[in-house]
Nanobody, 125 residues
């Protein structure tokens, strides 16, 4: 089981950028696929992006393609979500989640086993 801690959220104006971080503990971190999800008030949780355990493959929701980039730093045991051209509809609590297993692809439809506590992102002028 991994422990995940998100950071980097905040208030940003439309068109601005933020970088979220998901720091993991546990020596088996390299065996986990990592995903970002978000949940806005009154809405269902939505998958945003995922990255495979090797970092070799990524996947994005259509709503964020071309604006968000996921990456992982193995030395720092951290997964990042670079968010550019932010829109008010990106406002949500963002969570990172982990699923064990080595795969050539990752999917936002998977059941992820370990979750962080979330970080608030607010896009507003």
């Amino acid at each position: 089981q991994l422990q995940l801690v998100e950071s980097g959220g905040g208030l940003v104006q439309p068109g601005g950028s933020l970088r979220l971080s998901c720091a993991a503990s546990g020596f088996t971190w390299r065996l986990y696929n990592i995903a970002w999800f978000r949940q806005a008030p009154g809405k269902e949780r939505e998958g945003v992006s995922c990255i495979t355990s090797s970092g070799g493959s990524t996947n994005y929701a259509d709503s964020v393609k071309g604006r968000f980039t996921i990456s992982r730093d193995f030395a720092k045991k951290t997964v990042y979500l670079q968010m550019n051209s932010l829109k008010p509809e990106d406002t949500a609590v963002y969570f990172c989640a982990a699923k064990s297993g080595v795969s050539s692809l990752c999917a936002l439809s998977w059941t992820y086993d370990d979750w962080g506590q979330g970080t608030q992102v607010t896009v507003s002028s």
